[in-house]
């Protein structure tokens, strides 16, 4: 599985990610558009990554199942008013522990969003998002399934912040 984070950086021999998120992404190869690149080299182009991406939501928005096979990849998927959010592992991923992932992302953008987990609510409050995936995923790796040891993470992490910019 791949790591769904704002800062990407590659991991090779790692799945592909997940959780459609923006940021700042590393710089795109000659004569391709720049945008948010996967952490290994699953798609060797830009162009191929977002036919991938295209063909999944066209193939899940139409549905109301949380999981899809497509391009050798398994995909779990929830949506909410505006927003999907995709967990995308390799063929042989456990489909429960992507669901986990996926499920504690929803829950706790849902408690950080105070149950407004739509795409507007969502890119206002970016950084905090951006917090929430670094807690639960990092490297390919589950840190955590539990929302609110999530949440208390990320209050903790804010805090910490807060203080620092305090002391300067």
Known sequence: MQRPEAWPRPHPGEGAAAAQAGGPAPPA????????RYYDDTFPSMKE??????NVFNKTSRTESEIAFFGGMTIVYKNSIDLF????????ENELML???LTCLFE?????????????????NMDGAFLVLDEIVDGG???ES???QVIQKVLQSAK?????????
């Open 141 to 143: 790796v589950i840190l």
């Open 85 to 92: 959010l995709y967990v995308v592992g390799s063929s042989y």
């Open 108 to 124: 706790s953008l849902n408690h950080m969003l105070r149950k407004n987990v739509e795409k507007r609510w969502l890119l206002e």
């Open 160 to 168: 910490e912040q807060i203080k620092w910019s305090l002391l300067k």
């Open 49 to 54: 990554q977002m036919v991938f991406e295209k």
């Open 29 to 36: 190869r000659a004569g391709e558009p720049s945008g948010l």
């Open 146 to 148: 539990d929302p609110q």
């Open 99 to 101: 669901m986990s992932v």
